[in-house]
């Protein structure tokens, strides 16, 4: 794991951890976090991740929920994705349909360890392009925020250059295309 994702993983243990009271100390601390990194699509990072969090605490405190109408755990949720939106509007990442949903992340990340199995049965005397192409699926794990179109570009533009590189084989690039072909269109609706 990254530092950024270690970082914000900190964040939300501190922050989420046995529900949500304070909105506007969490809103402070991530502003004050985000203010000290520099890089632009580590911000995204962070902020994704707690935005993601957020979301997956609301989402299991909406079927439990006593007063949904003046639920004071609601509104500080909401409260906070307000927030964590906004400011990753601020950084070019606009939410809309093209969106991963949790479900969705969930189907790419089983599709990412399908092709990593696959990957992991023919590597017999290629380690080192195993040990490549295994990074470089892992890192798209953490780029969900992409959204689906510019994530699934990303996939295939990294599969494109390793092929056109020479780190993988034709037999390897064939059988990784030909699993993104059966599953990842249908996943984003391509």
């Known amino acids: 794991m990254d530092i950024i994702l270690k970082k914000a993983k900190q964040f939300t243990d501190r922050y989420f951890l046995g529900g949500v009271s304070h909105y506007q100390d969490i809103i402070d601390a991530a502003k004050n976090d985000v203010y000290d990194i520099d890089n632009p699509a580590d911000k995204i990072k962070y902020l994704n991740f707690i935005l993601d969090r957020n979301n997956k605490d609301y989402a299991e405190h909406k079927p439990v929920c006593q007063n949904p109408e003046n639920c004071s755990y609601n509104y500080t949720y909401e409260t906070i994705a307000y927030y964590l939106t906004q400011e990753l509007n601020r950084l070019g990442v606009h939410f809309n349909d093209d969106t991963f949903t949790e ?28 040990e490549d192409l295994s990074k470089e699926i892992n890192e798209l794990r953490d780029l969900y925020f992409l959204g689906k179109k510019k994530w699934y570009q990303l996939f295939i533009g990294k599969s494109v250059d390793m092929v056109a590189s020479g780190v993988v084989s034709e037999s390897i690039s064939k059988q990784i295309i030909e699993e993104v072909k059966k599953s990842l269109p249908a996943l984003i609706g391509l």
């Open 103 to 130: 479900e969705e992340k969930e189907q790419a990340e089983s599709k990412l360890d399908k092709i990593l199995k696959d990957l992991n049965e023919l590597k017999l005397g290629q380690q080192v392009i195993y």
